[in-house]
């Protein structure tokens, strides 16, 4: 059972960091924008298959479900190991994640504009992920007691 505490723990990181994402990006203009990316990336593999992409807020939507699905599933994996180095290894993966959206966008071949036009804006990106691998760990922590 130990499993389903780290995936809702996932869950739960997934969940704080797209309504982060959500809130302040209707805020603050130089806010990450990681959600056009998605859009991007989600649109682009459709393509590829031969089908048409879901356009507007279908597309908005569908990125959303597979951003808390993928997130969910990654930040799960903070569970696994020694409980004592849990906020550490959240802090990690978050920080991992981050990095990982900020160097792997414009390789993919995406626009990587919505996430590095300003140094605030790559700052957040990363302090964002952190805060999602943080809540996970809390989270995890929380429901192992």
Known sequence: MKDIRYIAGGLAGALALNILHETVKRLDPDAPRIDLVGEEALAKAVEMTG?????GQNLFA???????????????????????GLLMRGAGYGLA??????????????????????????????????????????????LSK
């Not at 089908?51 to 356009?55: M, R, T, V």
Request: glycine residues 10%; without cysteine.
């Open 97 to 142: 994640a981050g990095i990982g959206a900020l160097s792997l966008t414009e390789p993919l071949g995406l626009d990587d504009e919505p996430i590095t036009k300003t140094t605030k804006t790559k700052v957040l990106t990363v302090t964002w992920y952190v805060f999602g691998g943080l809540v996970t760990a809390l989270a995890i922590k929380a």
């Open 62 to 84: 569908a990125t959303l479900g597979a951003d808390l699905v993928s997130n969910a599933m990654y930040f799960s994996a903070i569970g696994l190991g020694d409980k004592k």
């Open 51 to 55: 089908a048409e992409p879901p356009k």
